[in-house]
C-alpha cells in the first residue's frame, strides 16, 4: 500500500480546550488545504492536567479506534513545563500517539502576531487583542471570536515564529 493510503486512514483527535479552538483550528485547515480530524473540547485547561484527559485519550482509542492524538493547548508563558505536566497524565502506551500544539502564551498570539499587535510580557495576547478592538473597533474581545479571526492570519508573519507555527507539520 502506498504510505499517502495509509496516512488517509489514521484517525486523529484533537483535544483542545475549548469549542472556538477547535472551529479556529478546522477553518485554518481548510484555508491551508488539510484535512483535520475529529475535535473534542475537554472544557477547560485544568481538565487537561486531570484524569479526564486519559478517560478522553482511553474511550477514542477503544471507541473510534483512534491511532493518533493532537492536544492543542495555551502554554501560558511556559510551554515547556505545560508539556512536561501534561506527559505525566499521558500513560507510557500512549505517548508514541500523542502530538501537541502548545502556544507560548494563548491561541489568540497568533493573531496579536498577523495583525502586528504589541503584546507587553505582562499581558496575555487576549488582553491586548481586547485592547486593540476597544481602541479600533469600538468592542472588546470575546472567546466566541476566535474563528471569526482566521481570516485575518498572516501565515508568512506566522512562519517566523517557529515557536508558534508547529501547525502545519503537525495537523
Known amino acids: 500500500m502506498r504510505a499517502g493510503y495509509l496516512e488517509e486512514l489514521s484517525i486523529k483527535l484533537y483535544i483542545v480546550e475549548e469549542k472556538y479552538d477547535g472551529e479556529f483550528l478546522r477553518r485554518i485547515s481548510q484555508i491551508l488545504g488539510?484535512?483535520?480530524?475529529?475535535?473534542?473540547p475537554i472544557k477547560g485547561k485544568p481538565k487537561m492536567f486531570s484524569p479526564k484527559l486519559l478517560r478522553v485519550i482511553e474511550n477514542n482509542v477503544?471507541?473510534?479506534?483512534?491511532d493518533e492524538f493532537v492536544i492543542?493547548?495555551?502554554?501560558?508563558?511556559?510551554?515547556?513545563?505545560?508539556?512536561?505536566?501534561?506527559?505525566?497524565?499521558?500513560p507510557q502506551k500512549?505517548?508514541?500517539?500523542?502530538?501537541?500544539?502548545?502556544?507560548?502564551?494563548?491561541?489568540?498570539?497568533w493573531i496579536t502576531i498577523s495583525l502586528g499587535i504589541n503584546v507587553p510580557e505582562f499581558m496575555k495576547p487576549s488582553e491586548a487583542l481586547n485592547d486593540y478592538l476597544r481602541n479600533h473597533k469600538g468592542?472588546?474581545?470575546?472567546?466566541?471570536?476566535?474563528?471569526?479571526?482566521?481570516?485575518?492570519?498572516?501565515?508568512?508573519?506566522?512562519?517566523?515564529?517557529?515557536h508558534t507555527w508547529n501547525f502545519t507539520s503537525t495537523i
Open 34 to 40: 488539510k484535512r483535520i480530524g475529529k475535535i473534542y
Open 62 to 66: 477503544v471507541v473510534y479506534e483512534c
Open 72 to 90: 492543542v493547548v495555551d502554554g501560558d508563558g511556559n510551554p515547556k513545563e505545560t508539556i512536561k505536566r501534561l506527559n505525566v497524565v499521558i
Open 94 to 109: 500512549y505517548k508514541s500517539r500523542v502530538k501537541f500544539i502548545v502556544f507560548e502564551k494563548e491561541i489568540e498570539e
Open 139 to 162: 468592542e472588546s474581545y470575546d472567546k466566541c471570536m476566535l474563528p471569526e479571526f482566521v481570516e485575518v492570519l498572516d501565515f508568512n508573519k506566522l512562519a517566523l515564529f517557529h
